[in-house]
């Protein structure tokens, strides 16, 4: 691919023809059109890919063009003639009622149905188009303006010089607003505090995942102000993710700077930082039974749970965290438990809850989510997952981190093979019949179903479902009581230094006699993929309203 191509990898489907320099759109169908024609208001492809949202929104119309609806560009000579040259018929859809073909007034929005509702109606959260038109794709934000640009209230970028020129060229009108051009006519501090703009001012930054410097760069009150406050226009905020956070993905990367617009708007949105989760040291030395002494600094996303009993701390069970505020675990460790008696230890080498370990993090527990599916014993442990909510996040270090998930289930083909090997680490049982009082740590090979269900005993069949997998050595080595709910990780294929966590301890046969496991035989797994929908959902909950956009998605 020459050089002309790779600037415009962002947009879909662009091809260099062979031996030109001349740029062609692929569309969706096979079709090959001139780069020229697509998101030019007319179907240039026979199935229409060269006029869509995803693409045309990203592209910011010339000075002389206004923007369709739906993002493609047209002469502004065109605007309100009686002939429609956006596909979506925006062009003549705020022309006032009395032209020949149906319009609304320049006041208001026209929905796909026909009917006008006002601009401040659209995009307000609510629906008040019939086919809700006016809170969908419309409403589509793009995630970087670049600093040279205008932003829309609704999405969208445009040159700056469009503002107050006449013509509105964003879709909600707003670079004509009487807000935002009265303050581009004052350009003097003098006439800025004579023309007060007290009552505009853009959102304050709260997030706990990047760093800011919120500053006014000119005027009386120019200087670094705080950006826990609503910020003035004109505002500049600098930032970073913090420590232990990357860009949520490749297109944030160069996001490190936002402006507050006249109109009280931001020109970009705020960079989303994700924990870098998965990432560990594994610095170990010669449950898990038979396994080896691990570091906590080797598996930073281990947690420890324990459970109050006669006025004393004691370890239970293990857990994986996710975030800075969430943990898995086994449901059958939480069943039935209150949180009153429950806290989570991260960053702990030891399962003695008052020994004093100067890294170690102690939280309560302000919620526990129990997969709705679990019905303990009655449901033979199927579905024998949990969610923690930690009353107070983690302070990530290097000591404690979080685990990544396979989102996209991109790597749950691979892991979850025959005589692939996890890595488990827990504080359970060792050979001794006693808790470890460290760390231990093992690898333990995927096995077939068919092949587990034939090994085990008859009575412990029954807990092999399609939402489990097993693993083990048959050898003496696994996991034991104690190690539930810890989480079995996988290198990922892309990654070898960053870990996946794909299965859950659950369940594993007894020895004869006794209440103990029996590592003989192999251990069942939850399989963490299958409840990908249900995490998901309680970590946008959850984080809500922090900038974090969450998912620590795989990058």
Not at 442 to 447: A, D, K, N, Q, S
């Amino acid at each position: 691919m020459n050089t002309s191509c790779a600037t415009l990898v962002c947009l879909l489907h662009f091809l260099c023809a062979a031996g030109q320099n001349k740029i062609n759109f692929i569309c969706n169908d096979g079709q090959m059109i001139n780069i020229d024609q697509i998101c030019n208001g007319k179907k240039n492809c026979a199935d229409g890919s060269d006029e869509t949202m995803t693409l045309c929104r990203q592209i910011i119309c010339p000075l002389n063009a206004v923007r369709c609806h739906y993002g493609a560009c047209v002469s502004k000579n065109v605007v309100c003639d009686g002939v429609i040259d956006c596909i979506d018929k925006s062009d003549e859809s705020q022309c006032g009622r009395h032209t020949q073909i149906s319009s609304c007034e320049d006041s208001e929005y026209q929905c796909s149905s026909g009917e006008c509702i006002s601009l401040e109606k659209l995009c307000d959260g609510i629906s008040d188009c019939n086919e809700n038109s006016d809170e969908a794709s419309v409403c589509q934000k793009i995630n970087a303006c670049p600093l040279s640009t205008h932003r829309c209230k609704v999405g969208g970028c445009i040159y700056q010089n469009q503002r107050c020129d006449g013509h509105k060229d964003c879709i909600d009108g707003s670079d004509e607003s009487e807000t935002l051009c009265k303050f581009l006519k004052c350009q003097t501090s003098d006439c800025t505090k004579n023309n007060s703009f007290d009552n505009v001012f853009c959102s304050s930054i709260l997030t706990d995942r990047i760093n800011a410097i919120c500053e006014i760069p000119f005027g009386p009150n120019k200087g670094v102000i705080s950006c826990d406050v609503p910020l003035p226009p004109g505002t500049v905020v600098n930032y970073e993710c913090k420590p232990y956070y990357v860009p949520a993905n490749n297109v944030r990367k160069q996001n490190q700077q936002m402006v507050c617009q006249p109109d009280g708007t931001w020109n970009r949105e705020m960079l989303r930082c994700i924990p870098d989760c998965g990432v560990a040291e594994l610095d170990i030395s010669p449950l898990i039974v038979k396994g080896w002494m691990a570091n906590s600094i080797a598996f930073p996303w281990h947690a420890v749970l324990f459970i109050l009993e006669k006025g004393k701390w004691s370890f239970i069970c293990g857990g994986t965290l996710i975030s800075e505020k969430i943990v898995l675990t086994a449901a059958h460790c939480v069943w039935k438990v209150s949180k009153q008696i429950l806290q989570i230890g991260f960053g702990k080498q030891y399962s003695e809850y008052y020994k004093n370990e100067p890294y170690a993090q102690i939280r309560n527990i302000s919620k526990i989510l129990i997969q709705p599916a679990y019905q303990d014993l009655l449901g033979n442990y199927g579905s024998d997952i949990a969610i923690l909510v930690l009353s107070v996040p983690v302070q990530f270090s290097p000591f404690i981190r979080s685990v990544c998930i396979d989102w996209n289930l991109n790597d749950i083909t691979e892991h979850l093979v025959e005589n692939r090997q996890g890595l488990i680490v827990g504080m359970g049982v060792t050979e001794n019949y006693t808790f470890s009082n460290e760390l231990r740590g093992t690898y333990l090979p995927i096995i077939n179903s068919t092949e587990c269900i034939k090994k085990q005993k008859r009575d412990f069949k029954k807990y092999i479902t399609f939402t489990s997998f097993c693993a083990g050595w048959q050898n003496g080595t696994g996991v034991c009581n104690g190690d539930s709910g810890g989480g079995l990780v996988f290198s990922k294929k892309n990654n070898s230094h960053k870990y996946t966590i794909q299965g859950i301890v659950s369940v594993s046969p007894r020895r004869s006699g006794t209440s103990f496991c029996d590592p003989k035989h192999y251990t069942v797994f939850t399989k963490v993929g299958i409840y990908m929908q249900w995490i998901y959902g309680a970590l946008q909950d959850i984080h809500e309203g922090k900038h974090n956009n969450y998912a620590n998605i795989v990058i």
